[in-house]
């Protein structure tokens, strides 16, 4: 049965790329995890192999490619199994790039050991991250058993870490506003915290194109962009 | 001569993603060029124009990305080919995201109106772009025609615009500490400073894809990712 082996063998060649969007997905989540980990408890061991280990995720994205390039040339695939191997390596970029976000934030432990700041900061960083992680777990879930109801789900969700972005961003300033010590610590978890908003932005686009892969076409409705933040200075004068 | 047809079509095909690469390129520096233009001219309609501009480098890329797809179904190419065809996917997403910092940096010229800054700073951040983009227009360009020499030419330069980040960064934490009523601006002005110093980073992605296609490996060397402003606050604690 040459015809069933082959097509099997195709099927085994496609679980492979989700199962490895899968586990880049675990490994980004971890690596995420153990950044923000870092940070609130002043860990530099913790945050060097965080740094160490972005590597994995950069080898796993070009495996995904250089898998996908051999799928592609060898079976010359058609329609919905061609957007499956396309949005696979979409998908890998926007996961190498959350593990880029661990490591921006596994880099920025020594400047924050610094000058700490109150405990009670730490803790909203970690919910926030919580939150980020949440939706990103579950668009991986949700493209691993190809569920277009949760997948679409993922998308609406998004305007609630921009709110606690933009919370955590006019905390921030408030702080560094209260005392000039804390400005170089602050400005550090400013862009902590724009790095677990833009896990959110990666989480959205991995919904839209697991929606792409599923239906051939993209989500019509433009999701909300702004977070709030651009207008703390124009919206509060105030504040200055 | 139906052979001959077929193959001048499918350069056609090929062409057809090489310039519209070349477009999304001239069109992101253009929202660049002109994002920091209001920045530094306190100019809102011109901030929001390039607010509204970004869509444009959306449907580029969806463009690309249905070419693409269309362009394996129908030809089934092999190798150096796929390699392009792959390629320009991964190009197109960088565009796409330059596209995104310039609407990031168009969206923060209100915040920033409140305040203003000294003239001498946002004179800094024009030449930081221009730094940018001339890495963005070479590797562009180097592209274009294929000259691998320069290609690999972009990437040993990111280390350029990773020391005047970090210029950058310092001078706007100085503001800062100087006076508190700088605090909002300056932040926003941080961002500003960290996307263009991420056009940066999107010019070695595209040098790293523009390598692979036309070789079939990635360049070896780890690039230097560190750009010193990490260790602002460990380095420099006299400076809190």
């Given at each position: 049965m040459p015809v069933h082996h082959t097509v099997r063998s195709f099927d085994g060649e496609l679980n492979f790329l989700t199962q490895k969007i899968g586990e880049m997905g675990d490994y980004a989540e971890k690596m995420m995890v153990e950044a923000i980990k870092a940070i609130v408890e002043d860990?530099?061991?913790?945050?060097?192999?965080?740094?160490?280990?972005?590597?994995?995720l950069d080898e796993a994205e070009r495996e995904?490619?250089?898998?996908?390039?051999?799928?592609?040339?060898?079976?010359?695939?058609?329609?919905?199994?061609?957007?499956e191997i396309i949005g696979a390596i979409r998908i890998s970029a926007d996961l190498e790039r959350i593990g880029d976000m661990g490591k921006n934030i596994a880099k920025r432990v020594a400047a924050i050991a610094e000058n700490r700041q109150p405990k009670a900061f730490y803790k909203s960083l970690e919910a926030f991250a919580k939150l980020a992680l949440g939706q990103l777990r579950e668009v991986i879930d949700a493209y691993g058993v190809r569920s277009l109801a949760r997948i679409d789900a993922v998308r609406e969700h998004d305007d609630e870490i921009d709110a606690m972005y933009t919370t955590l961003?006019?905390?921030?300033?408030?702080?560094?506003?209260?005392?000039?010590?804390?400005?170089?610590?602050?400005?550090h978890l400013l862009f902590c915290a724009k790095n677990i908003e833009r896990i959110g932005d990666h989480?959205?686009?991995?919904?839209?194109?697991?929606?792409?892969?599923?239906?051939?076409?993209?989500?019509?409705?433009?999701?909300?962009?702004?977070?709030?933040?651009?207008?703390?200075?124009?919206?509060e004068p105030d504040n200055l």
């Open positions: 860990d530099q061991d913790l945050a060097a192999r965080v740094i160490a280990q972005d590597r994995v995904i490619d250089e898998k996908a390039i051999m799928i592609i040339a060898r079976r010359q695939p058609m329609a919905v199994d061609l957007r961003f006019r905390e921030l300033l408030t702080y560094m506003m209260e005392d000039p010590r804390n400005i170089t610590a602050c400005t989480a959205t686009n991995i919904a839209e194109t697991a929606h792409y892969i599923m239906t051939g076409s993209y989500p019509d409705t433009e999701r909300p962009k702004d977070d709030g933040t651009y207008r703390v200075g124009a919206a």
